[in-house]
Nanobody
Framework: QVQLVESGGGLVQAGDSLRLACVAS????????MGWFRQAPGKEREFVAS????????TYADSVKGRFTISRENAKNTVYLQMNSLKPEDTAVYYC?????????????????WGQGTQVTVSS
C-alpha cells in the first residue's frame, strides 16, 4: 500500500524560504513520477512541480519557475520542494502525489496516490 507523508509546512513572511518533504513508501517507484500540487481556499488544486524518480527530470508550473526547486533522494524515498522568495499567493495546502511517468506530468488525473497535505501560509 502506497503511503505519502508530507512535512515542512508553516507560517512564513513574504520573501522567506521553506522546504517541504514527502516520504514515500509501499512500493518501488522506478516507473513513477512524484508531483507537488497545491490548493488555496476556494480554488482548484493546481500543479506545482514534478520529478521523475528514475532520472530526475523536472517540470514546473510557470508561476513557480525560478523560485521553487523539486528534487529527490532515492535512497530515502524522499522528494523535496524548496520554495524561495515566497509570496502571499503561494499560500495553500501543498500535496505530494505519485503517478506513472508516462502520464502527463501536469494533469491531476495522472496521479494515483496522494498525501494528506501540509499547510503553507505566507504573510505579507
Amino acid at each position: 500500500q502506497v503511503q505519502l507523508v508530507e512535512s515542512g509546512g508553516g507560517l512564513v513572511q513574504a520573501g522567506d524560504s521553506l522546504r517541504l518533504a514527502c516520504v514515500a513508501s509501499g512500493r518501488t517507484f522506478d516507473t513513477y513520477r512524484m508531483g507537488w500540487f497545491r490548493q488555496a481556499p476556494g480554488k482548484e488544486r493546481e500543479f506545482v512541480a514534478s520529478v521523475r524518480w528514475s532520472d530526475g527530470t523536472t517540470t514546473y508550473a510557470d508561476s513557480v519557475k525560478g523560485r521553487f526547486t523539486i528534487s529527490r533522494e532515492n535512497a530515502k524515498n524522499t522528494v523535496y520542494l524548496q520554495m524561495n522568495s515566497l509570496k502571499p499567493e503561494d499560500t495553500a495546502v501543498y500535496y505530494c502525489a505519485t503517478g506513472r511517468l508516462w502520464r502527463p506530468a501536469l494533469a491531476r488525473a495522472s496521479y494515483d496516490f496522494w498525501g494528506q497535505g501540509t499547510q503553507v501560509t505566507v504573510s505579507s
